[in-house]
């Protein structure tokens, strides 16, 4: 494997290779790195996981390069036309199953629970080809869940509105992560996610996961309880600090606005009183 990074990422993986945290002790694995992509070097899958808002400029870093495979591990609600002018047939679309953040340039791994846990990939028409079964394969072999997924699109949207309503409620630069009472937070939660829930399948998504359709028929008492459950997690506790929470709500705020957008295309309007 080979990771592509620049400037002090760069220096930083070359002279300490992957540092990451494992339960409070740093380690650290060698990794081959460079810091230019020549047109002829070819590797099998590329895999492209940056932010939401630098899809377009990293898939444009790639337009000339003649790997086979490029794999978008990134949220996407505009749909896969605008990455497709840039690479055309190579796209391969995916979601990764964990997260994390780099700070001072060690990795902090941010796992979720193991029933959503499982990365995603699927061609563009749903299709079970060949480099989708090996990128499987793949990631299986190296102990990572993943799973084939017919309709990324409806994966994608779904994953989208998911983050606007969990990370959005957080109100990451602000809340108290000292706080008790986690209710209010969990209310706005629940109601946020039926609503767009609720507007993907007036749009005539598929909702995927399923448990966040089969959550628009459990009452908001119920609902509430499992958010708070998530709030109350090490993981949410991680997330509230100010140095992810100012780039995580930048990219909420692109996402919310691409997601209303494609909501305002089917003229649909968000009901916040779903129960």
Not at 189 to 217: E, N, S
Request: proline share 5%; with cysteine; aromatic share 6%.
């Amino acid at each position: 494997m080979t990771m592509l990074a620049r400037s002090e990422r760069y220096r930083s993986l070359k002279d300490n290779g992957l540092q990451y945290s494992d339960k409070g002790k740093i380690r650290s694995i060698p990794i081959k790195v460079i810091d230019t992509l020549e047109p002829e070097d070819r590797y099998d899958y590329i895999l492209v996981t940056v932010r939401y808002d630098g899809a377009e400029s990293a898939l444009l870093a790639l337009k000339d390069n003649h790997s086979p495979n490029i794999v978008t591990m990134i949220s996407n609600v505009k749909g896969f036309a605008p990455w497709q002018a840039i690479v055309g047939e190579r796209l391969l679309p995916a979601f990764p199953g964990v997260g994390g953040q780099i700070k001072d340039g060690v990795l902090y791994a941010r796992i979720p629970p193991k029933l959503l846990v499982a990365a995603r990939v699927g061609e563009i028409n749903g299709t079970a080809t060949v480099r989708v079964r090996t990128l499987v394969a793949l990631f299986k072999a190296a102990k990572l869940p993943c799973t084939l997924t017919k309709d990324m699109r409806a994966y994608l949207l779904t994953h989208a509105a998911s983050d606007i309503a969990l990370l959005g409620a957080l109100r990451l630069d602000a809340l108290d992560e000292n706080a008790n009472d986690t209710r209010a937070t969990a209310r706005q939660i629940t109601t946020t996610l039926k609503a767009y829930v609720h507007a993907l399948q007036k749009a005539g998504i598929a909702i995927d996961p399923p448990l966040f359709r089969w959550m628009l028929r459990w009452p908001n008492g119920i609902v509430d309880r499992l958010f708070r459950a998530w709030l109350s997690t090490n993981m949410v506790k991680d997330m509230r600090r100010p140095d992810y929470a100012s780039q995580a709500s930048r990219e909420i705020m692109h996402l919310r606005n691409d997601l209303l957008a494609f909501l305002g295309e089917h003229q649909i309007k968000l009901d916040m009183q779903t129960k």
